[in-house]
């Protein structure tokens, strides 16, 4: 799985989470729904910068193999576009209720590891590929990428900042 996927399964579980119906983008399945507002999350943006000098983090010692790992990271800029859809039995009032609750959830915070720096909102319309009402939300949020590798200097896999983690050992 990569970082953009994880990212993208992430905002999708923590909406989940708060009640809001919700899948990824390209799931592989229809993802309109017809008979419930749903909100359908995308990446639509990342922006890496270095965190460090050279990306280089320093060290951390793990006590339970009593090593010692390098380090690396990049601050991350991701954008996430949430296109909230509602079906024409609620009219476009369903939608706007749907964007004010994806609104109140990001007020409170984002997923764990992701810092909402800002949200902004759109225009609801009537979308007549889906045969729905649509919105869009945007959420910018910040994360720190973290790398390591073992004492031997072979990567391990990264980090996402106090939440997503990938182990190359476990899925290369």
């Known amino acids: 799985m990569t970082t953009l996927t994880q990212l993208q399964e992430t905002m999708t579980a923590f909406l989940t989470g708060q009640g809001i119906r919700a899948l990824t983008a390209w799931p592989g399945e229809d993802r309109l729904v017809r008979t419930a507002p749903l909100a359908v999350v995308r990446v639509k943006e990342v922006a890496a910068a270095p965190a460090g000098f050279q990306n280089y ?21 991701v954008q996430f ?19 004010d609750q994806v609104a109140g959830t990001l007020q409170q915070g984002g997923p764990a590891g992701l810092a909402l720096e800002k949200w902004t909102m759109g225009e609801t319309a009537f979308h007549r590929e889906s045969g729905m009402f649509r919105g869009r939300l945007l959420a910018a949020c910040r994360t720190l990428l973290v790398a390591e590798t073992d004492p031997a200097g072979e990567f391990l896999g ?5 939440g997503i983690t990938h182990d190359i050992r476990d899925n290369p």
């Open 81 to 99: 576009a949430l296109d909230l859809y509602s079906p024409v039995g609620e009219g476009e009032e369903g939608c706007r209720r749907l964007l």
């Open 158 to 162: 990264f980090t996402v900042k106090g």
């Open 57 to 77: 983090l320093g060290q951390r010692y793990d006590g339970a193999s009593r090593t010692w790992t390098e380090r690396y990271g990049q601050r991350a800029e």
